[in-house]
Structures are given as structure tokens and as C-alpha cells.
């Protein structure tokens, strides 16, 4: 099953374009271990998602330890679920090559998130696991992404629209995905125009303000789908007590109603 596929029956199955990003801060957890606490939020909320994302940082940030509580947490996800590692890797195709082997085969998740910055030879290494997804940085949530993704071209086109056209002629194997803030809903609506059908992974929402509605309106496809809206402070973090899990559970709940609410707002 390639990672589109798995993407699509995880969604169905669950109701669900709800990714919860797996971003543990040992400063804002409760008493326990990490890995305890990873699998407490996924034991709640397998049922509700359609995809994990850890962030690569929080784990490697822990050295050696963290990058063994990253590969028990994959382990720990249900199989029918895809993983997204989100490393942002992007380098010259040998070492790229070593960044997709790393995350594909050593790691084994389903996807990943790289940075188009270097061009076509540091995407080419992860588009060829031509069963696995490959999400481009393509208009990111942050800030300061107009130092560089708002500049124009001679023919008034913005970088990051470039970088959606570069994404479609890239997409040979029907793997490639982007990442689109949802913090700039008028650039989202300008990347779906583009890329119609392409898989859209949106963070920005909840703690970094992003509007849900806006988001859901320009990111979905015609088919109401394929906008993986990912969340993480304001799931795991819904409660520092002991009733975390369950607290996480009534928020990621919240957001997967919220959503397919709004799904269908828009189709109508």
C-alpha cells in the first residue's frame, strides 16, 4: 500500500483529516517518560486521526534516548495509520540519499517532510520510495516566511507558487505532497488552485492562530479531502494532569467534528 493509499483508508476509517503532531517538550509533559506519555496520546486518539506527525527535533534533541523513544513511538502507532516524519531534510542528492534511507528504511515512516531549497537532485532521493510520501515545504506557517517565499519572479509570481509548479513537475511517481501554512489562507487558496489534487499538509492551527474554517475552505480538494490538518500543542498539551490522555482525546475529538463540520459547510 503506498502512502497515499494508506493516508486515504486511514481517513475514511476514521472520519478524520486530523493529524496530531507527536511533539513532546519535557518541560510541559506530566511526571512520566516520554515514550509513556506518546503512547498514552496515541492509545486516546487512534481512532480519531489520519495520520501522526513527530517532529524529529523534539527526539534528537534527547540524543541517543530520544532517537530510540522515536522509533518505539512508530512502533506503538497502529500499523493502519501512516506516520509523517517531519525532519524538513534538504541537502545534495548523496547526503539526501542518506536523509531519505534514514527516515524510509531505518525509521519507517510513511513520509516525510524536505526542503526544495537545494532543487531537484535533494528531492529525487525520497520521490524514488515510490511507495512513501514526500511533503515539500511549500508555503510554511511561521513568521518570517516572507523574507523569502512572498518574493516575486519577473512574471509576478511568488516563490512559493514556483515551488507548487516545481512540486507538480516533480510528481512523477504521484507521491509528493506540500506543506502549506495555515496561517496565510489566501496563499493556501492560491496552492490549491494549482495543485488541485496534491495532498496538502497544513499546520498552523490552534496555537499559532491559524482560522480553521478559512483553512478548510481553501485547502480541500473537490472531493472534501485531502487537506491534513495537523495540530499538536493544543491536543497533547490539553491538560498537564494525570488525565492528559483523556483530555487529549476530547480535544483531538473536538477538532475531527470541527473539521468534517466545516467539510461539509464548504461541499454545499
Aim: glycine share 8%.
Amino acid at each position: 500500500m503506498t502512502f497515499i493509499e494508506k493516508l486515504h483508508a486511514a481517513s475514511e476509517k476514521n472520519q478524520s483529516w486530523l493529524c496530531i503532531g507527536l511533539d513532546p517538550d519535557p518541560e510541559r509533559i506530566p511526571d512520566i517518560g516520554i515514550l509513556e506519555f506518546n503512547t498514552a496520546i496515541i492509545d486516546a486518539t487512534a481512532d480519531l486521526v489520519c495520520a501522526y506527525k513527530p517532529n524529529l527535533a523534539f527526539y534528537e534533541a534527547l540524543g541517543s534516548e530520544g532517537l530510540d523513544i522515536l522509533k518505539k513511538t512508530i512502533e506503538h502507532i497502529p500499523s493502519n495509520i501512516p506516520v509523517i516524519g517531519d525532519g524538513k531534510r534538504g541537502d545534495i542528492g548523496n547526503t539526501a540519499k542518506a536523509y531519505a534511507r534514514s527516515l524510509f528504511r531505518s525509521l519507517g515512516v510513511d513520509a516525510a517532510t524536505v526542503n526544495p531549497y537545494l532543487g531537484t537532485d535533494s528531492i529525487e532521493p525520497f520521490t524514488e520510495y515510490k511507495d512513501k510520501g514526500v511533503f515539500i515545504l511549500c508555503r510554511t506557517s511561521n513568521p518570517s516566511a516572507v523574507d523569502f517565499q512572498n518574493i516575486t519572479d519577473a512574471q509576478g509570481k511568488h516563490l512559493y507558487e514556483l515551488v507548487a509548479m516545481k512540486a507538480i513537475e516533480w510528481n512523477r511517481y504521484g507521491n509528493i505532497g506540500l506543506v502549506v501554512g495555515a496561517t496565510y489562507p489566501d496563499e493556501l487558496k492560491a496552492v490549491r488552485a494549482l495543485c488541485p489534487t496534491m495532498p496538502l499538509l497544513i499546520p498552523g492551527i490552534g496555537t499559532q492562530g491559524g482560522d480553521l474554517a478559512r483553512t478548510i475552505r481553501n485547502g480541500i480538494d473537490a472531493s472534501g479531502g485531502n487537506a491534513i490538518i495537523n495540530v499538536s500543542r493544543q491536543v497533547i498539551y490539553a491538560s498537564k494532569q494525570g488525565d492528559f490522555a483523556a483530555a487529549a482525546r476530547t480535544s483531538a475529538e473536538r477538532l475531527r467534528n470541527e473539521i468534517n463540520g466545516l467539510i461539509k459547510q464548504a461541499q454545499q
